[in-house]
T-cell receptor
Framework: EDKVVQSPLSLVVHEGDTVTLNCSYEVTNFRSLLWYKQEKKAPTFLFMLTSSGIEKKSGRLSSILDKKELFSILNITATQTGDSAVYLCAVTNTGNQFYFGTGTSLTVIP | NAGVMQNPRHLVRRRGQEARLRCSPMKGHSHVYWYRQLPEEGLKFMVYLQKENIIDESGMPKERFSAEFPKEGPSILRIQQVVRGDSAAYFC???????????FGPGTRLTVL
């Protein structure tokens, strides 16, 4: 059964901390892994990863994929209260089917 | 406990036809959200419904699109007179309460010929 598992389910940190969010998957015919940030309405796209070992970076956020061990991490450095959100991981296969994880709820307190 | 179910998984329509997408939320969930994912874009919010009520439809196109979540049965997203630009993946998510975590379904991929 194809599945995506995210951990931890929730996380509370202080401003300035660094956090690492995990996403592991078991999806046949893997195509890509996507990270989203969801605040109030629609998730906001963060990264799409298709190749192992290549870090994608955007400001304080970065992500990397390990296709051998079937997981990805999303790092956020120097966290701010505006980073508080649910972070979703989704994996697609070559049939363009999406498998979503349940998300990690991040709360950054001042 | 089955997750969020969507059907059909793939739907092909010709221009001008109607498309009906169904979403059965997780057991115990009374809040449903519809999203659209266009190629190479992120998910875009369309509508948020609670049983028998539309709570927020600010992301729905004003014409041809409608959604409902009846007391019994799945939520339906209806697209009338489809056009090629409607081709996308449509995702449904459900939650137990408002602002609770959302569980996503597998999506319906709509192709308009």
């Amino acid at each position: 059964e194809d599945k995506v598992v995210q951990s931890p389910l929730s996380l509370v940190v202080h401003e300035g901390d660094t956090v690492t969010l995990n996403c592991s998957y078991e999806v046949t015919n893997f195509r890509s892994l996507l990270w989203y940030k969801q605040e109030k309405k629609a998730p906001t796209f963060l990264f799409m990863l298709t190749s192992s070992g290549i870090e994608k970076k955007s400001g304080r956020l970065s992500s990397i994929l390990d296709k051998k061990e079937l997981f990805s991490i999303l790092n956020i450095t120097a966290t701010q209260t505006g980073d508080s959100a649910v972070y979703l991981c989704a994996v697609t296969n070559t049939g363009n089917q999406f498998y979503f994880g349940t998300g990690t709820s991040l709360t950054v307190i001042p | 406990n089955a997750g969020v179910m969507q059907n059909p998984r793939h739907l092909v329509r010709r221009r001008g036809q109607e498309a009906r997408l169904r979403c059965s939320p997780m057991k115990g969930h009374s809040h449903v959200y519809w999203y659209r994912q266009l190629p190479e874009e992120g998910l875009k919010f369309m509508v948020y419904l609670q049983k028998e009520n539309i709570i927020d439809e600010s992301g729905m196109p004003k014409e041809r699109f409608s959604a409902e979540f009846p007391k019994e049965g799945p939520s339906i997203l209806r697209i009338q007179q489809v056009v090629r630009g409607d081709s996308a993946a449509y995702f449904c998510a459900s939650s137990e309460r408002r602002n609770n975590e959302q569980f996503f379904g597998p999506g319906t991929r709509l192709t308009v010929l």
